[in-house]
């Protein structure tokens, strides 16, 4: 006759691991993304002239 026993937990619960490092470059790509330099002049393109032959 077979019999089922519920599965033994394998896995121990671990401690929650540490960011890894492209976390941590995707979360600072992301924070700089986000934080635009209000200070900053933008500069209208120079304007030119009328290029038509005369």
Known sequence: MITFVPKPSAMPAS???????????????????????????????PKTGDKRPM
């Open 15 to 45: 401690e929650p691991a540490e960011e890894s490092r492209f976390d941590r470059i995707r979360r600072l790509a992301a924070e700089k993304h986000k934080k635009s330099d209000p200070g900053t002049i933008r500069r209208d393109p």
